[in-house]
Structure formats: structure tokens, C-alpha cells
């Protein structure tokens, strides 16, 4: 079951879980455009993407009238997304903007990514030498200014930060390491906030995400 974090007469917000694909295909046996369709037994329509791997708050529209609307409303500055991610490495500065342009079907695209590093931590074992390893992890908070495909992946990567268990544009080598050492199986990107107007306001909703590594509180 995909949990609904909210519904009314036009959307439902739902918290995708990791590994299930957003839309169906050749090869995908599992979509949320499918099994959510199921298990609410009538047509969804979707209004925005998230990466197979990532989890957390996602809009889906109820009719293609509501669909056009928010699919309008999420492209806009209005709706506002925030994610986290856990990643190996530290960043350049505690907060920032990263404004580097991304390559996508042949053509550099602007993308912009603002960030805050919420907490960090140096995970330190011994290696197969005896030989001590140590990774400092960073729990990052993220907000999206654009919408490029694997834009948070790929600024992450670029600033020697990669997302723990990002094997397509961080570090396959390092999370081979923190497999072993921190049980860090899968992409460690969740997204975590979302306000959207409602009835005249905004309105937050906020999940927590399901990281396999836990910072001590």
C-alpha cells in the first residue's frame, strides 16, 4: 500500500516509497501510475516526477482537468520542494546555491539548487588491513530553484558530496564502503517537504525520511 498523506476533490499526496517507479513501461512491472491506480480503483494522473529511487511527497491528480492545473502549479515558483539527502563527502560551505548548468539531451540547461547542511558525522571502522577507514557523512537539506533531470544528484556529485548509495553519479567505490560499514543499501535521497496552495494558503505537508543510516540525536 502507498501511503496518502493528503486528499481532497482534485490531488492526493501520497509518499512514494524507494524503488518504485513513478510511470509504467516496457520492463517496469511495478509504477505508481499503475498500482496506485489499483489500490484507489480509478485512474490517477501525474502531475510531477520523482527518480525510481527517491522516496517521499508526491502530487497525483484525480481527473485531467486537475492534472493540467497542478502540473502548471508544480512547474511554478509556487510549489515549494524540499528534500534530503545523505551524502559522503563535505560541502564547500555550511548553506549556498549552486548554480551550475546541467547537459541534458545534448543541450546545457541552467539549474539551480539551494542547500543547508543539517548535520554531519565521521563514520570510522577498521578495513580488511587493519588499517582504520573513515567517510564523513552530511545530512543535507535542498531546495530546488529548477527542475533538471537528477539536478540534486548530479550538483551533489559536482561538489564532492555524492548521495550515499548513488551509483549512476556518485561514487560506486565509496558506496561499496559504506555497504559494509554503515548498511547503506539504496539512494539516500527523500523528498521531505512539499507546500502547495489549499484553500486560499499555503499549507506544508512533511515526512520523514527513511534513510538506512540514522545521525545520534
Not at 558506496?175 to 506544508?204: F, H
Amino acid at each position: 500500500m502507498i501511503p496518502i498523506i493528503y486528499e481532497n476533490d482534485e490531488i492526493i499526496i501520497i509518499n512514494k516509497p524507494s524503488g518504485l517507479a513513478v510511470q509504467g513501461g516496457q520492463g517496469v512491472v511495478h509504477s505508481v501510475d499503475r498500482d496506485f491506480a489499483e489500490q484507489v480503483g480509478y485512474k490517477i494522473y501525474l502531475v510531477h516526477r520523482l527518480d525510481k529511487d527517491t522516496s517521499g511527497l508526491m502530487v497525483v491528480a484525480k481527473n485531467p482537468v486537475a492534472a493540467g492545473k497542478w502540473t502548471k502549479l508544480i512547474g511554478s515558483k509556487i510549489v515549494k520542494k524540499e528534500y534530503l539527502a545523505l551524502c559522503a563527502g563535505k560541502m564547500p560551505s555550511k548553506s549556498g546555491v549552486i548554480n551550475e548548468e546541467i547537459v541534458q539531451h545534448g543541450d546545457s540547461k541552467t539549474a539551480v539548487t539551494k542547500y543547508k547542511v543539517e548535520k554531519e558525522t565521521d563514520i570510522v571502522q577498521t578495513g580488511p588491513d587493519n588499517q582504520p577507514v573513515s567517510i564523513h557523512l552530511s545530512l543535507i537539506r535542498l531546495m530546488l530553484e529548477t527542475g533538471r533531470m537528477h539536478q540534486i544528484r548530479i550538483h551533489l556529485s559536482k561538489n564532492g558530496c555524492p548521495i550515499a548509495g548513488d551509483d549512476q553519479h556518485g561514487n560506486f567505490k565509496l558506496n561499496k564502503q559504506l555497504k559494509k560499514l554503515a548498511g547503506i543499501k539504496r539512494l539516500q535521497l527523500s523528498a521531505v517537504r512539499l507546500t502547495i496552495p489549499l484553500e486560499g494558503k499555503d499549507k506544508t505537508f512533511e515526512v520523514s525520511a527513511p534513510f538506512d543510516f540514522k545521525f545520534e540525536e
